[in-house]
């Protein structure tokens, strides 16, 4: 009986050496579908289960646009700071480099120049996971000089937008950052160079209120949450009922306010093809 039954006493197996199974293996999709994570890799992050678009961030962005996953990294030691001295749970300069040794990200946004289809590409893109994608002063300034680049060397731009909207901490100096962005926006239109706007889940607040919605193209990944205020701040503004899924980039494309939903298999083609498209040049 001893083949089943402990006879001894106080047997423990150490920690290390328990055969859990490890975390990550597998991803649960909203709709309750389950996906191996490297399948779901290997799929751009899409579930092949039920085509849910999972949020992910810079890294996986310039991974999907940039021929063999080669690119610049522009301004990427730039730091935010604490003017302010903000504090609310915590002290904004302890949240700060609490979230920096957590993501390894210096900030919300990321700024790459690479190849894309054999051409050059600006590609600005927003991270999640540092401060809910929070708008800064650094966010703002890293977009500007990711413009000013595109200006100077006559590349295309693009921005990938992922956002809960200003960051409370750093208060007007964030605001001034929905002015600043428009402004270059407005530079590089005016010097002749596409801009293709990305926005992904979600893209809410001052994001949407500026650099999100200005894009030559405006493309939204399907499924994904974009609005400026939240459903019940709308619904307790205007006083009237909410259609279902007001926010969503379908919805948005069937009122007009995005040109394109594109399914993040096809981005990288349909990015360059719009570019080909609005430089009159032989689309690739």
């Keep these: ?88 749970t915590k002290k904004y300069a302890d949240r700060l480099k609490d979230v920096m040794e957590k993501t390894g990200l210096k900030d919300a946004v990321r700024t790459g120049v690479g190849k894309s289809k054999g051409k050059d590409l600006v590609v600005c893109c927003m991270d999640f996971t540092f401060i809910g994608g929070s708008m800064g002063a650094v966010v703002g300034e890293k977009i500007a000089r990711g413009i000013d680049y595109s200006i100077k060397n006559k590349v295309p731009f693009m921005m990938i937008s992922k956002s809960g909207g200003a960051r409370m901490m ?73 259609p279902e899924g007001f926010q969503t980039s379908e919805f948005l494309l069937e009122h007009g306010f995005l040109d394109f939903i594109t399914h993040r298999k096809e981005l990288k083609d349909k990015v360059n093809l719009y570019i080909d498209l609005i430089l009159n040049q032989t689309v690739r």
């Design 1 to 88: 009986m001893a083949w089943f039954k402990r006879t001894e006493k106080g047997i423990q197996t150490p920690t290390e050496d328990k055969k859990d199974v490890p975390k990550g293996l597998w991803y649960k999709s909203p709709t309750g579908k389950i996906v191996d994570q490297d399948e779901l890799a290997k799929n751009l992050w899409v579930s092949p289960e039920d085509d849910f678009h999972v949020r992910i961030g810079s890294s996986e962005y310039f991974q999907i646009l940039f021929d063999n996953n080669e690119f610049k990294e522009l301004d990427a030691k730039m730091t935010s700071k604490d003017p302010l001295k903000f504090t609310d």
């Design 170 to 242: 750093e208060a007007a100096y964030s605001l001034m950052q929905l002015a600043k962005t428009s402004a270059k926006l407005a530079q590089l239109a005016d010097a002749g160079i596409p801009y293709i706007s990305l926005c992904t889940d979600p893209t809410t607040g001052g994001t949407t209120a500026s650099y999100a919605m200005l894009g030559d193209i405006n493309i939204g990944e399907p499924g994904a949450l974009i609005g400026f205020a939240g459903p019940r701040v709308v619904k307790d503004t205007t006083g009237k009922d909410l």
